[in-house]
Nanobody
């Protein structure tokens, strides 16, 4: 069973930065597309960013494009989400997810495409 553990969440002021990490174990990390989702209080979980298992393609929600960067380090079985220029509306619980059995260049954006999920890490942004 693949296990994902997020870390790096915390409290920052608007305009600040955070770097989230997601450590994976129990699977072949390099063959999983990886993604980040978030869920704010009273809202549904939404797609944030994803990276194909090839590492050559990424995708971002329009709301974070240009501010967030997803990357992966297969040697460390870890995926990252660098969040810059944070806004109050970015506050949410951020979840790491892994998708198996997808194509080399596939960058999944929907929850149904993911097979494994982390417990989430809280990101709070103050004004």
């Amino acid at each position: 069973q693949v296990q994902l553990v997020e870390s790096g969440g915390g409290l920052v002021q608007a305009g600040g930065s955070l770097r989230l990490s997601c450590a994976a174990s129990g699977g072949t990390f390099s063959n999983y597309a990886m993604g980040w989702f978030r869920q704010a209080p009273g809202k549904e979980r939404e797609f944030v960013a994803a990276i194909a298992w090839s590492g050559l393609h990424t995708s971002y929600a329009d709301s974070v494009k240009g501010r967030f960067t997803i990357s992966r380090d297969n040697a460390k079985d870890t995926v990252y989400l660098q969040m810059n220029s944070l806004k109050v509306e970015d506050a949410a619980v951020y979840y790491c997810a892994a998708a198996r059995g997808l194509g080399y260049n596939r960058v999944p954006r929907t929850e149904s495409e993911y097979d494994y999920w982390g417990q989430g890490t809280q990101v709070t942004v103050s004004s």
